[in-house]
T-cell receptor, first 110, second 115 residues
């Protein structure tokens, strides 16, 4: 079983809709989780991190963490075509060791 | 966040040769890491570059194949030795900000093709 799992997608949403990206993890010792956005041919760019149960909002992005269900999600409100990218979920295992999921490709159509 | 640069940005190498990738940060950082992203895959941690001591390698990665140097708090190198086509990947360095959540920021990456 992979430590961090994501649906590879693609997830297709129309412009202006809410995109919901999901991630599950297997190690209950994971404390912090990160969402990165990666455009084709570019390096990952941090969107936000979360380490407390509940929601964390930053602009159009909301990260949600449910430690009991071992579930992390990222909501993107008012999705734009420029949001089309691969979204990587990562969990922090041990001392600063990031374990990445395989990523979900998001396509936002105009 | 710190500004991270990598050299070279891309290279095409012959089988059996070695390539050294440089990672430079514009401020002192405690933690530096090297990752590999194979075509169509996600990121895998190769090793943690420790300043003043040997790097800490993840399972499946060995020092003879991926020697790492970390001479100071702003610079690190990763060498890919005795390359084969299977080493064709993007190699990324990252730095930890040491702050809340142990956030890591990535450099622009080095795209390596081995023929």
């Amino acid at each position: 079983q992979k430590e961090v799992e994501q649906n590879s997608g693609p997830l297709s949403v129309p412009e202006g809709a809410i995109a919901s990206l999901n991630c599950t993890y297997s190690d209950r010792g994971s404390q912090s989780f990160f969402w990165y956005r990666q455009y084709s041919g570019k390096s990952p760019e941090l969107i936000m991190f979360i380490y407390s149960n509940g929601d964390k909002e930053d602009g159009r992005f909301t990260a949600q963490l449910n430690k009991a269900s071992q579930y992390v999600s990222l909501l993107i409100r008012d999705s734009q075509p420029s949001d089309s990218a691969t979204y990587l979920c990562a969990g922090l295992l041990g001392f600063q060791k990031l374990v990445f999921g395989t990523g979900t490709r998001l396509l936002v159509s105009p | 966040s710190a500004v991270i640069s990598q050299k070279p940005s891309r290279d095409i190498c012959q089988r059996g040769t070695s390539l050294t990738i440089q990672c430079q940060v514009d401020s002192q950082v405690t933690m530096m890491f090297w990752y590999r992203q194979q075509p169509g895959q996600s990121l895998t941690l190769i090793a943690t570059a420790n300043q003043g001591s040997e790097a800490t390698y993840e399972s499946g990665f060995v020092i003879d194949k991926f020697p790492i140097s970390r001479p100071n708090l702003t610079f690190s190198t990763l060498t890919v030795s005795n390359m084969s086509p299977e080493d064709s990947s993007i190699y990324l360095c990252s730095v930890g900000d040491g702050g809340a959540g142990d956030t890591q920021y990535f450099g622009p990456g080095t795209r390596l093709t081995v023929l």
